[in-house]
């Protein structure tokens, strides 16, 4: 039985399921290892020196689509955009990717009068046809505000567990850029970004059209 969550991530692999997906609300939730990557994770040396030189990367505007009706405008999708050794490098992990893009941080538009409550966003990648997503509820959008989706919310918190004098102590902490759950195979000129469904404070919800899914 699986649990309720806050934010919600899945993984969809075609799409097919981004239909099935879109259509019937099922989500698929995200594995901790991306595809085509080696499970073996080597100990990487100066991890805090590249993870400050990514962090200073520029930018990567992604492609998107605000289909007509649309509640919620996407104003735009930044990205960051690595190479297969620095994957490495951040992650420890090896792979036959050339290249990685960090999951969105995207800026949203509602356009409606309506206050909304609850969004999925979509990216996919048009070449592998891979497709990530994140469910997001218990928001608020205000009519006609506006509202920030972090890469981070793409992924689930990673758990870290500290042994003190008090006892066990858990936390749960947001991926980083060494984290390779926060990346993405593909470049950032293979991506596309949409919303696929909007909850509204009045109970009401806007769907995608599943025909018109740009993968």
Excluded: C
């Excluded at 998107?64 to 405008?73: G, I, Q």
């Excluded at 990205?79 to 969105?104: H, R, W």
């Excluded at 981070?152 to 567990?161: I, M, N, Q």
């Excluded at 006892?167 to 596309?192: H, I, Q, Y």
């Amino acid at each position: 039985m699986l649990r309720r969550y806050a934010n919600r991530r899945f993984t969809l692999m075609n799409r097919a399921a981004v239909v099935v997906s879109v259509a019937a609300l099922f989500i698929v939730f995200s594995s901790g290892v991306t595809q085509g990557q080696s499970s073996k994770r080597a100990i990487g040396e100066g991890r805090a020196e590249i993870v400050e030189k990514v962090s200073q990367y520029p930018d990567s505007s992604i492609s998107f689509e605000n289909y007509e009706e649309v509640p919620l405008l996407i104003q735009e999708a930044k990205v960051k955009e690595i190479g297969n050794a620095e994957y490495y490098q951040l992650t420890g992990f090896t792979t036959d990717s050339p290249a990685y893009i960090s999951f969105p941080n995207v800026t949203l538009i509602n356009n409606t009068d309506q206050r909304v409550i609850g969004l999925t966003l979509a990216v996919g990648n048009k070449q592998t046809k891979q497709i990530h997503g994140v469910k997001l509820s218990k928001i608020t959008i205000e009519p006609r505000g506006s509202y920030s989706v972090k890469a981070s919310d793409f992924v689930r918190p990673e758990r870290t567990v500290e042994v003190t004098k008090s006892g066990k102590v858990t936390n749960r902490l947001k991926p980083g850029l060494d984290s390779e759950k926060l990346w993405f195979r593909g470049s950032a000129s293979d991506m596309v970004l949409v919303v696929g469904m909007v909850d509204f404070e009045n109970g009401t919800r806007w769907m995608m059209d599943p025909s018109k899914d740009p993968w």
